[in-house]
């Protein structure tokens, strides 16, 4: 993993309030909205103590209204201020999908570029512990196919500050994807005199010269795992790529990587029928048709809302083992 | 409210034994629940109704067995009370195979179709759509039968409320939608973000009637759903009936609740909902303790059965994980 | 209702001529827009506020420049009345590129940012969240601004109309949800499927002042109007301000409306809010003819240029297409 | 065109009334609802006339609520009714997403298969006439990403009828896409006689052995206006098939075409990132990399909202031209 500029250890949700700490205090139009963030903390503790330091004006719980939420937002947002938003669970987007897509997506181009548009909307995706159907969902290619977004996907805690502190610094809406199940992972995290993760700027996380695992979020560290367990057990090289942002993505450095390797996995926790699997496959066979050697493969959810029984969420979930199998099927 | 025909009567005495027979069977359920999930052997998330077992008794009393009711992320009591096996209850928060939801659902999802229970909700007010859906089906349909919502305070600052009352209202459809104010959504409490103290004030906005009653008290509950639901089964439309209650644990097992005091929890532990009615129905006849004490008795055998069912059930086989994913 | 300082006196005089002159620009600027599209010279499709003129003019009074307005599909008498240039609006209508969207949002999307109109919306209820959003702002921010929605009798039966009065509530913002009431949305007459007559009796569901004002009296818009600004501006909070009003032409242009009879129309059109102040005017003071005529043919002349400036402006490369798309 | 069966030219809007009627009149449960339907007979004037054969019971105009439009058809199709929604334009889904994604979708695998769900939502999508952005959309690769869901997305009257029949008589949701530009289109359609045409079966318009070309909804009719050109100007051959479904899709039939012509094209007039087209290719890419003779194309709209000028509009929209020139560039 990057460690450049890293000074000390710190979990996902340590970065997080981090990097909003640093970024309301160097910049008083920025403030944070959602439900039980105040008093509680957010339900990850991902907003602990920022209320005591910046007040309950710019931290601020609200009631359950999440159309409300991001219409506010958009509309504090338009005159002025910064907001960063909260969603309990991305599944909710749902309830403010109109305002993400119809208002804040659609805006800028709407009114010919009168408006900026400062917002960042986070929402915490993906399986963990048997949250079930309407709490394990990871629906980030939406928003990909929504002109006008940014979308993005940290998978550590150093990517967790960097992008979020990008995002804040964004003058176009954001829509950041925190997996639940990273929050207490812990890794290095960049001190406050280190520039924000540009969005739009994907990170190699292993080197290698047989395939190329491309991936986000949570489904990084399976990558990880799986390239660790390729290289050892069967002396194939993979090289994982960790897109971190959706859209824009950084389709050259995945083409460099593919123009090397030669064959393609890609992987993610979201269902693989319509995922951004398939954008990025689509991709690579219209700029590196040539350089393929196998068909590229893409690993993700099967067609199906995420049940609750351990065994049955289990069965769902892309794991290293199968992205293990899958390369070696590959031929 | 109603002038419709008397189609339930005020609860006779057996009736409230029942009454609370239902509560004590909800209670003892969640805490073994809570005790279960704090071993470990639950997967998921639980928030358990421990302290409002009278709002889903009592509404539960007033429907039959056909009427619907739409649930909440809260949803195990009503579950209970409107008559599903607690062993298969049971066995869905285990995630097994043999629960009421085969294992797909768990707690935030419980459900069963055999009882007119159409499901909990993980979303907050996701049900009071669903149920003036199925009101309007009813009305189609030309049947008698009701439905009914459950939803919490913290669901009433969502827009899916307010469309759906002013949804009932207009085609006056039969349905209840009942309010458990528990004084919390989550971390927050109810005075801060929800504009007015009694959700009962909104039905003004809807031209529907609406009722405050003391949610801790079964039989209140049982008497404002009761009028409610001739008034919905007589056609004359929908009704908002609000009971105020007190949830005894935290939102989720395993809530610190920092955000309430002990003082206040003690006032309303004072106020448990079970012991109000045992009072009064000791008070009233005191050789009544003998049958509470058989009923103790029967409602701890039902439950070991239902943990003993759950827990010997198999899991559901991983290779079945795309059944129930799409229907047809 | 308020009790902070008299920001705004009631209307002196000229005030009045003035509000009445913002009432002819509005129409006359719908008339001709009306013409245009019938002779197919707009593309798109069009919204006209003909028969409403006193709520945007009434309201957009008790407003400075620097206040925010957010508005609906039928947002051009907003529009004018914030402020906006006609010629840079027409534009827009035309899909030019000197339009104040630069032809990007046409009828349904015009804004015009630097008078403090953040858009019209082709959502129902879209602009009440963002309204509130922008009073939550300027709190922040801590300037003396506030923010207006405008909304229709359709839209309050909308989800965002309930979360954003909720949410306006608990914290005290500085925003007016100032309500068109043209009795029908599209094709439906309010009363068949709004619960309530008067929007304004749902301001109790969120303990806010309310105020139903004769709609098509400008006066009557101004005042109640100028109160809520006063409420808002010093630090008291919403108001819900109702307009009756009628819309005297379709939905859209070219809607046949066959929903709604003849002699509600001819009752209407003999409250024209244009007449009525007009005539209100004259009684008070005949010598003024010659001043309204004066304005007249001041308003035809801003149009004449409003439509050449539309007509001869560029439209967009196509070259351009992705312009504006995507910020940063 | 399919013509089989066929025995008089409808448009599309009355091939519509014409399904909803007959299924009306053979199922006493099936039942409409939706603003503007009852009284106007549907802003496009597809139910006209419905209410006077089946009653303003059984054809509903609604409040502008369209969460609770779809909330209480999911309670009504839970509850032994058919409902059929009816949403004035595709981009106004966005205010029932939560509906339709967390209920909707998901209610037969949370609640274990104990749910029928017989449940169709129709909604207009794409441009026409500069309707501008907030009413333009094409929104359809989000509900093909959502397991539990069925799309379809007809091109012909003929099969706006017999989709919508199919829809209706699924036990299952089924978000169901008429192309605004359409509703005018005229064409054979089958008498009552006539079973419904299956969901999940893609219609081939042409015939071709040189490239396949693969869309749907309003953009086969460029699709098929581009293999005429290409056949009559350069001699290419074009095989167009129309998906008609887009979850499930026919593969099968793509696949036996790709087999036979090595290229091909995909074309919607959805945004090209993230879109349907993508999955369509990286599917063949899985399935057919052997076959292919050069990188599969995808054409889309730009990245953009829809804008209002129609020069602008024009530039963002998929054309015959630009599916002559994709084709004449593949080599
Ligand atoms: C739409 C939505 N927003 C937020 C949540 C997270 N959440 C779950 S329960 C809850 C509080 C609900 O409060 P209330 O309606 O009063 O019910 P109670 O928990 O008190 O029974 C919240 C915010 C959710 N499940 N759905
Ligand atoms: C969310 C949404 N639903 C439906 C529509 C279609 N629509 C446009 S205007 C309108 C009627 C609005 O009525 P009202 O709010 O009273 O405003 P009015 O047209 O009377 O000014 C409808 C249904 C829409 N634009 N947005
Ligand atoms: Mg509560
Ligand atoms: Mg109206």
Same mark, same amino acid.
């Given at each position: 993993?990057?460690?450049? !500029? ?6 996902? &949700? ?27 903390? !957010? ?29 506010? /937002?958009?509309?504090? &947002? ?83 500050? !960097?992008?979020?502190? &990008? ?13 639940? /199940? ?28 047989? *395939? ?57 926790? &979201? ?5 951004? !699997?398939?954008? *990025? ?51 | ?328």
């Amino acid at each position: 993993m990057d460690t450049i !500029g890293a000074e000390r250890e710190l979990t996902y &949700a340590e970065a997080t309030r981090e990097a909003m700490q640093e970024e309301m205090r160097r910049d008083p139009t920025v403030w944070l909205l959602g439900e039980d963030i105040a008093l509680q903390g !957010g339900i990850f503790g991902q907003f602990q103590h920022l209320p005591q330091e910046f007040g309950f004006e710019r931290v601020v719980d609200t009631p359950i209204s999440e159309a409300a939420i991001v219409a506010a /937002a958009v509309g504090a &947002a338009l005159t002025g201020t910064r907001p960063v938003v909260d969603i309990h669970f991305a599944d909710f987007l749902t309830c403010a999908m109109d305002e993400v897509i119809n208002q804040a997506a659609k805006i800028s181009l709407m009114f010919g570029g009168q408006a900026r548009l400062p917002l960042v909307i986070r929402a915490p995706s993906g399986m963990v512990r048997s949250a079930a159907a309407q709490h394990s969902q990871s629906p980030e290619a939406w928003f990909v196919h929504t002109p006008g977004l940014k979308v993005v996907a940290p998978s550590t805690p150093a990517d967790a500050k !960097g992008l979020l502190q &990008a995002a804040i610094r964004d003058d176009g809406p954001v829509i950041y994807f925190e997996h639940k /199940a990273l929050y207490t992972l812990r890794g290095p995290v960049p001190t406050a005199d280190v520039e924000p993760i540009p969005i739009g700027r994907a990170a190699v996380r292993r080197k290698g010269r047989d *395939v190329t695992i491309i991936s986000y979020s949570r489904t990084v560290h399976d990558a990880m795992a799986a390239a660790e367990a390729l290289q050892s057990a069967h002396a194939i090289g993979a090289e994982v790529i960790d897109l971190r942002s959706l859209w824009p993505w950084d389709s050259e450095t995945v083409l460099r990587s593919v123009r090397k390797t030669h064959r393609v996995l890609i992987a993610h926790e &979201a269902p693989r029928v319509g995922g951004f !699997g398939g954008e *990025v496959a689509a991709t690579l066979v219209e700029e590196a048709f040539d350089y393929l050697d196998a068909p590229i493969v893409r690993l993700g959810a099967p067609h199906t809302p995420i049940p609750f029984s351990p065994p049955l969420e289990q069965q769902v979930r892309v794991t290293a083992a199968q992205i293990v199998a899958a390369v070696r099927a590959m031929g | 409210m109603a002038t419709g025909g008397d189609l339930l009567p005020p609860l006779a005495p057996v009736a409230r034994i029942t009454l609370w027979h239902t509560m004590l069977r909800i209670r003892r359920f969640e805490e073994t629940v809570e005790r279960l999930f704090l071993a470990g052997e639950l997967p998921g998330f639980v928030h358990l109704c421990i302290g409002q077992e009278a709002t889903a008794a009592g509404a539960c009393a007033a429907l039959r067995i056909d009427d619907y009711i739409t649930s909440t992320h809260r949803g195990h009591g009503h579950t209970l009370a409107k008559g599903a096996d607690p062993a298969r209850m049971m066995a869905e928060l285990f995630g097994k195979a043999t629960g009421v939801c085969r294992g797909r659902g768990g707690s935030m999802h419980i459900a069963d179709f055999s009882v007119g229970m159409l499901g909990a909700n993980g979303i907050v007010a996701g049900g009071l759509g669903l149920a003036a859906g199925a009101a309007m089906s009813i009305k189609l349909r030309g049947t008698a039968q009701v439905a009914l919502a459950f939803f919490g305070d913290g669901a009433a600052n969502r827009g899916p409320f307010h469309e759906s009352l002013n949804w009932a209202a207009v085609y006056r459809l039969p349905v209840i939608f009942l309010c458990e104010h528990n004084q919390y959504a989550s971390t927050t409490s109810a005075r801060s973000l929800t504009a007015v103290e009694d959700i009962a004030d909104r039905a003004v906005a809807y031209a529907i009637p609406s009722v405050v009653v003391d949610g801790n008290d079964a039989e209140a509950v049982y008497e404002a759903t009761r009028v409610a639901v001739e008034r919905a089964r007589s056609g004359e439309g929908p009704s908002l009936v609000e009971c105020k209650t007190y949830r005894l644990r935290g939102h989720y097992v395993g809530d610190p609740t920092t955000y309430r005091d002990r003082e206040e929890l003690e006032r309303w532990r004072a106020r448990d909902p079970l012991l109000l009615l045992e009072y009064r129905l000791l008070q009233e006849d005191p050789t009544r303790a003998e049958e509470l004490q058989r009923l103790r008795a029967a409602v701890e055998a039902e439950l070991e059965a239902a943990v003993a069912f759950a827990r010997t059930s198999p899991l559901p086989e991983a290779a079945s994980a795309l059944e129930y994913a799409f229907i047809g």
